[in-house]
């Protein structure tokens, strides 16, 4: 295949969060060959994203034969190396890295998870997980079918409330019963001692990790809770590239790794960490991982898929994967099988 148009957009999304989700939001990516296939790829970033994109990695990529998407992500995080191993940049080389998968998928006629395996049996739905801010939508997803819930736990405060969050999660165990899943996720505000003693307060009700207890790279920090935290330790949303996934691993800084497809690297990176974690005995639990591209991994990869429930303010895609009675299934349609508005793309 030989990449005649390169180009991005960052579409609207009313109900998203007034913060940098928004501000640096979602961006699509389309990547259209010379024999007319187009690639669709949703990457992050917003207008400084869009710009990487339409920019410094159109100039790259514009002319160029490729029938694997893994070469030409190395050369695009060659190109963008110095100013852009972490965030933004690699947030925008994530939608150019997805829409070639697409475009590759497209190309052999195959979803993209049966290029990862092709004995992929796609009739397997995948369980989810959802994230919830409160107890009452803890029950209210368990009783649509999910598999475990997540506790958003934000509002008990810095540093955090721990006998108020662990009256949380008993009262939660109490209503969900022995047998599913709680995680928490304290979106990177605590410190060792606060996490340590949320930690050991929790424990007896059984939960499966706590997640971003500290900033991405206080990397002392992580090490010392994987260490003494009874309950297991997850991290990834925030860290980017397979040399990013390397260090947490190597340096045995979480138990859980949960890269998110649309920031990380893309598909390219994602493969090369379930690789990582397979071979380090770690678990994967891709960040969103419901949504219609790290799906494809879940299935194809993961030896204990659990999918995340999505972002419910990003719906400029046709055909993404529904959660029925908590599970949600792979489409059987080449690529990433999804369709876009066309009304989107500038002029
Ligand atoms: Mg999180």
């Not at 913060?19 to 917003?46: P, Y």
């Not at 260490?227 to 947490?248: D, K, T």
């Amino acid at each position: 295949m030989r990449i005649e148009r390169v180009e991005a957009v960052q579409p609207p999304t009313p109900g998203s969060p007034a913060d940098w989700r928004t501000q640096l939001g979602q961006i699509l990516v389309r990547v259209t060959t010379e024999e007319g296939l187009e690639g669709v790829g949703v990457g992050g970033g917003g207008l400084a994203g869009v710009h990487v994109v339409a920019s410094v990695l159109r100039d790259m990529l514009v002319g160029r034969d490729f029938d694997r998407p893994e070469d030409l992500h190395r050369e695009m995080c060659r190109q963008t190396s110095f100013y852009g191993r972490k965030g933004v940049v690699v947030m925008a080389i994530s939608g150019v890295d997805l829409a070639l998968w697409d475009l590759a998928g497209k190309q052999q006629g195959l979803p993209v998870a049966r290029l990862l395996d092709p004995q992929v049996d796609l009739q397997v739905p995948v369980p989810t997980y959802a994230t919830v801010w409160d107890e009452a939508e803890a029950i209210r997803q368990i009783e649509r079918g999910v598999a475990a819930v997540k506790l958003h736990v934000e509002r008990f405060g810095v540093p955090p409330d721990a006998e108020g969050i662990a009256g949380l999660v008993k009262r939660t165990r109490e209503a969900l019963g022995a047998e599913k899943e709680i995680m928490l996720d304290a979106f990177g505000n605590w410190d060792v001692e606060s996490t340590l003693a949320v930690a050991c307060l929790v424990e007896p009700f059984g939960v499966e990790w706590i997640e971003e207890p500290v900033q991405p790279d206080e990397v002392g920090a992580y090490r010392e809770l994987m260490e003494r935290s009874p309950i297991p330790i997850a991290g990834g949303e925030h860290e980017y590239l397979e040399e990013g996934f390397r260090g947490i691993v190597d340096g045995g800084l979480h138990a859980v790794l949960q890269p998110d497809i649309n920031w990380c690297g893309g598909m390219t990176t994602l493969v090369e960490i379930y690789r990582m974690a397979s071979a380090a005995g770690l678990r994967v639990c891709p960040h969103r991982g419901s949504e219609p591209y790290a799906i494809h991994a879940i299935a194809a990869m993961d030896p204990r898929p659990l999918a995340e429930s999505p972002r419910d303010w990003f719906k400029c895609l046709g055909n993404m994967g529904e959660i029925i009675d908590g599970v949600v299934n792979v489409p059987d349609r080449p690529g990433f099988g999804l369709t876009v508005d066309e009304t989107l793309w500038p002029g």
